[in-house]
Nanobody, 118 residues
Framework: QVQLVESGGGLAQPGGSLRLSCAAS????????MSWARQAPGKGLEWVSG????????YYAESVKGRFTISRDNAKNTLYLHMNSLKPEDTALYYC???????????RGQGTQVTVSS
């Protein structure tokens, strides 16, 4: 059974940083591309970033390019999202998803809330 458990969210000030983690189990993590997606209040699911199974290629939405970094540790079955220069518009529930582009039909966790506010 696929399990994805996100953590690391919280309250950050504009310009601040957070690191999200996603612990994966129930499947061979190293065989799958993974991604982060987010959903702001009253809005649809938005893809944020994706990474190939071996970490060899990464992709970012224009809205986060240059500020966020996705990475993974296949030995620890963990996906990360390092978020810098946070903006109020980054406020959302962030999900770890078991595919490259955050498809709504892909397996994902319960999410971790990120709130950016002064």
């Amino acid at each position: 059974q696929v399990q994805l458990v996100e953590s690391g969210g919280g309250l950050a000030q504009p310009g601040g940083s957070l690191r999200l983690s996603c612990a994966a189990s129930g499947f061979t993590f190293s065989n799958y591309a993974m991604s982060w997606a987010r959903q702001a209040p009253g809005k649809g699911l938005e893809w944020v970033s994706g990474i190939y199974s071996n970490g060899g290629a990464t992709y970012y939405a224009e809205s986060v390019k240059g500020r966020f970094t996705i990475s993974r540790d296949n030995a620890k079955n963990t996906l990360y999202l390092h978020m810098n220069s946070l903006k109020p518009e980054d406020t959302a529930l962030y999900y770890c998803t078991k595919d490259l582009y955050g498809s709504p039909s892909a397996s994902r966790g319960q999410g971790t809330q990120v709130t950016v506010s002064s």
